[in-house]
């Protein structure tokens, strides 16, 4: 199946059928990366910039590796050692990037909307990173890939998010995503850190961690975003660690064959405790792994087997 986006900025805008698409080629792309030479020749010859906004370690390295195992050029821009500093504005710094002739930005911005920004605007193609708390589309094709290739489908599955859903982006995109595809998904957190008309999103709402966690295929847990709280939204995280987080008390009430997921950072003992991100029932790793596999999927798709 052809793929004839130039960018990817939302799942929202995605087709159930371009999700299959998109994880079909991750699958191809992922025995890549257990090679003796992880690089095959692909994209030589293309450049990607990485324009990161953002702290990150995951997105951002795992970005990066995909476009050189695929044997592109990258090129990485953090705001501290960019023209940000000197009063620059994005849409000024996106087209002199493009002076430069890349064949893909992915960028990761404070502000929501910025990756959108770019694109009515650029050539280039552009790949949403992370925006404010709109979107984190490639997690949630991480997500999607790792829970499927774990239970080999996606539909009627039972997913428990649980945690600061208010300000993650992540929690927004695996909502769709995962509903798009089938799945039935319950969120859960404090009522300070869940939005208003969540169900308007296809999720269902429960109160307690226990009743969301219950018979749960999939449990994803989400740490407090205090970078994008103003102010305190709980009395403290020793009170939040003990009614919202997952212990393997609450993890043994879900299915038998529970995945315990997580996007990372982790903050050990508040969200989640040590004893169930380390346990066997976690994949939180095979999501770093898979995640390389999905992005490769995206750069191929986007700029090495775009339709014309």
């Known amino acids: 199946m052809a793929f004839f986006r130039k960018d990817l900025l939302d799942i929202e805008s995605l087709s159930s059928e371009e999700v299959e698409n998109i994880l079909d080629t991750a699958a191809g792309m992922k025995e890549i990366s257990f090679r003796p030479i992880k690089k095959v020749p692909t994209l030589r010859g ?58 893909a930005i992915v960028i990761r911005h404070s502000s929501s909307g910025a990756p959108y920004l770019l694109a009515g605007r650029l050539s280039a193609s552009i790949i949403n990173a992370g925006d404010g708390t709109h979107a984190h589309p490639t997690q949630a094709l991480l997500d999607m890939f790792t829970v499927r290739e774990k239970k080999g489908k996606l539909a009627g599955l039972s997913i428990a998010i649980i945690g600061d859903i208010t300000h993650s982006r992540v929690a927004r995109s695996d909502i769709c995503g995962f509903t798009k595809m089938g799945a039935t998904v319950t969120v859960c957190g404090p009522g300070t850190m869940i939005p208003p008309g969540v169900e ?44 919202y987080g997952l212990n393997p008390e609450r993890a043994a009430l879900a299915a038998p064959d529970v995945l315990i997921m997580h996007p990372g950072p982790i903050n050990r003992g508040v969200e989640i405790s040590p004893e169930v991100a380390d346990g066997p029932y976690s994949i939180i790793l095979d999501q770093v792994t898979n995640g390389v596999a999905v992005r490769m999927a995206l750069l191929y798709l986007l700029v090495g087997g775009r339709g014309e």
Do not use: C, W
């Not at 961690?209 to 102010?231: C, P, T």
């Open 46 to 103: 293309k450049t990607v910039i990485l324009l990161f906004h953002e702290p990150s370690t995951r997105t951002k390295m795992s970005f990066d590796v995909a476009a050189k195992r695929l044997s592109a050029d990258t090129h990485s821009i953090a705001k501290a050692s960019s023209s940000f500093t000197k009063g620059e504005t994005l849409v000024d710094t996106a087209r002199n990037l493009e002076a430069m002739r890349p064949d």
């Open 200 to 243: 308007a999103l296809g999720a269902k709402r429960v109160r307690r961690v226990e009743e969301a966690v219950q018979g749960a295929d999939v449990v994803m847990m989400l740490r407090i975003q205090k970078e994008r709280q103003k102010g305190s939204l709980i009395p403290s995280e020793r009170e939040y660690a003990r009614v």
